[in-house]
């Protein structure tokens, strides 16, 4: 199993440019999230998705757009890149089922924006 | 709503001490409480939690935590800490009821173990 994998690992990207992130899980969890961890603010939940064709906003949802046509996919699409949306970005999934509590994470993705 | 608060961003310790990292926390509801530990260049990984039951929890590498209701904290203690312990810590919490999952961390506790 690769748990929850992201990719690119590492992206640079210009002011107006826009990108897809991409995460996917074979964990077969319905409950996946976007955080973006910033130095010294912790994580912050972008948005998030309960099961396939279900998306909601988290704390931090400005700039961002998400999908979910699939349990395993949840890709977080930047339509305009800016610098404030510099930052790492982390993917996770967890089941609530069963009374499982532990979220899984990807590796990250570091973003740049310039 | 809640909120996680990490009361120091770093922690210099020397190797082979003790160290204690602190969280309180805020909510209006009942929550579970979570410690993740990421390594550099790493995604974040469960260190331990409370769900319910004994309020001292012991989780991998020989950390361990200690729920207090009348304080609303959850901090982190290890007898001895090792080089490789380094790493940034974050406390989050769950609410317990609602069907979301969502986790709310702390800003992070970077502990940096010298030798």
């Known amino acids: 199993n690769a748990g929850v994998t992201q990719t690119p690992k590492f992206r640079i990207l210009k002011i107006g440019q826009s990108m897809t992130l991409q995460c996917t899980q074979d964990?077969?969890?319905?409950?996946m999230y976007w955080y973006r961890q910033d130095p010294g603010m912790g994580l912050k939940l972008i948005y998030y998705?309960?099961?396939?064709?279900?998306?909601d906003k988290g704390e931090v949802p400005n700039g961002y757009n998400v999908s979910r046509s699939t349990t395993e996919d949840f890709p977080l699409r930047l339509e305009l890149a800016a610098p404030s949306q510099t930052s790492v970005y982390f993917c996770?999934?967890?089941?609530?089922?069963?009374?499982?509590?532990?979220?899984?994470f990807g590796q990250g993705t570091r973003l740049t924006v310039v | 709503a809640q909120s996680v608060t990490q009361l120091d961003s770093q922690v210099p310790v020397f190797e082979e001490a003790p160290v204690e990292l602190r969280c309180n926390y805020s909510?209006?509801?009942?929550?579970?409480l979570f410690w993740y530990v990421q390594y550099p260049n790493q995604g974040l990984q469960l260190l331990l939690k409370?769900?319910?039951?004994?309020?001292l929890v012991k989780g991998i590498n020989g950390f361990e935590a200690e729920f207090n209701k009348s304080q609303t904290s959850f901090h982190l203690r290890k007898p001895s800490v090792h080089i490789s312990d380094t790493a940034e810590y974050f406390c989050?919490?769950?609410?317990?009821?609602?069907?979301?999952?969502?986790?709310?961390f702390g800003q992070g506790t970077t502990l940096q173990v010298k030798p």
């Open positions: 996770a999934t967890t089941t609530i089922q069963g009374g499982n509590t532990e979220a899984f």
């Open positions: 964990m077969n969890h319905n409950y």
């Open positions: 998705s309960v099961g396939a064709g279900i998306t």
């Open positions: 909510s209006s509801v009942s929550v579970y």
């Open positions: 409370y769900l319910s039951g004994s309020t």
């Open positions: 989050a919490v769950r609410p317990i009821a609602g069907n979301t999952g969502k986790l709310i």
